[in-house]
């Protein structure tokens, strides 16, 4: 009877624990499994693997040397293999998400080829022929994953330029390329967040007229500085106003300038003043010419005048 007892009790046990093996890692994905249980769900994430088309099998090699290389920072062998994978790039397919380059070259400190890779992202973002409807990208692999946990410890209510800007101080790359890489980086804000607009409206400007040489100066003032400008209703409507050769109020009554009243006056009529005042006082004396002179600076009016006593 005990032993029927006992046979029953690890029964139950056994079925509990079957039972619950599975919740703790059910919402894990075929990758993530690999990590955690060990070689039993490796060999089924390798197998997953298997049954890739077999274009996809250089792709995921190669980004499984990135992620070494990321790890090791190796800058080289970072911005070489991020280079093939992009050779790699067809109509259909993107080996390496521009995201996912993004947070490589800003965990490596590649500034420099963070910049190219945004200038080069938003000179063909609207290109609608640039890929085909049904677009595949390669994911769920350990790159992917290293990626995914950079960006959930970002803070989304920022703008990641705010989180390097005090590294990008100490880059080493020239002062107009810290300015654009700024203007890159803010970008992606600049139509949702008005202080922010505002930013790249003076970073841009600034940059066209101390860095006018630069290729990508005309860029820069046509697709991203003309188009933030026509959303500051009062600059559009000052540009409109020079256009048509107005000028405001302030401009006509502060413009300054220099100007003569001159009068002749001979004589005088007055009435009932025989036995009150003078005649001297109320009645012109020579000189008979009356002269005013202004003189108007800015805000500033200086008044001189010569006049007969009589006036």
Not at 16 to 45: C, K, Y
Not at 80 to 101: D, F
Not at 167 to 177: H, M, P, V
Not at 214 to 234: Q, T, V, Y
Request: glycine letters at 4%; hydrophobic letters at 40%; one cysteine or more.
């Amino acid at each position: 009877m005990k032993t029927s007892f006992v046979q029953w009790m690890l029964f139950l046990c056994a079925c509990v624990a079957f039972a619950q093996a599975p919740s703790g890692n059910a919402d894990f994905s075929d990758f993530e499994r690999s990590l955690v249980e060990g070689d039993s769900a490796s060999t089924d994430f390798e197998k997953k693997l298997m049954e890739v088309p077999s274009e996809m099998e250089p792709i995921y090699k190669l980004r499984e040397e990135l992620l070494s290389a990321i790890k090791s920072k190796d800058t080289l062998a970072v911005r070489n293999i991020v280079g093939e994978l992009s050779r790699l790039e067809t109509r259909s397919l993107i080996p390496i998400h521009y995201v996912e380059q993004e947070v490589i070259y800003i965990e490596t400190k590649m500034y420099e080829d963070l910049l190219n890779m945004l200038v080069k992202y938003y000179k063909t973002a609207l290109d609608t022929n640039r890929y085909e409807k049904d677009l595949r990208f390669a994911n769920e692999d350990g790159l992917s994953l290293f990626v995914d946990n950079i960006l959930s410890k970002r803070d989304s209510t920022k703008n990641v330029y705010l989180d390097i800007a005090d590294k990008l101080k100490y880059a080493r790359i020239s002062d107009a390329k810290k300015l654009k890489l700024k203007i890159m980086l803010l970008l992606r804000d600049a139509y949702r967040d008005e202080t922010i607009s505002q930013i790249v409206r003076e970073e841009s400007s600034r940059f066209v007229d101390d860095y006018g040489d630069d290729p990508d100066a005309a860029w820069i003032e046509k697709c991203i500085n003309a188009p933030l400008s026509r959303m500051d209703a009062r600059k559009i409507a000052l540009e409109d106003r020079a256009e048509r050769h107005e000028e405001v109020i302030e401009d006509k009554l502060y413009s300054g300038g220099f100007g003569i009243n001159l009068f002749f006056i001979k004589g005088g009529v007055g009435f009932g003043f025989d036995n009150l005042y003078r005649s001297d006082i109320y009645e012109t004396v020579d000189p008979p010419i009356n002269l005013e002179l202004y003189l108007q600076i800015k805000r500033v009016a200086l008044l001189t005048e010569l006049l007969s006593s009589g006036v």
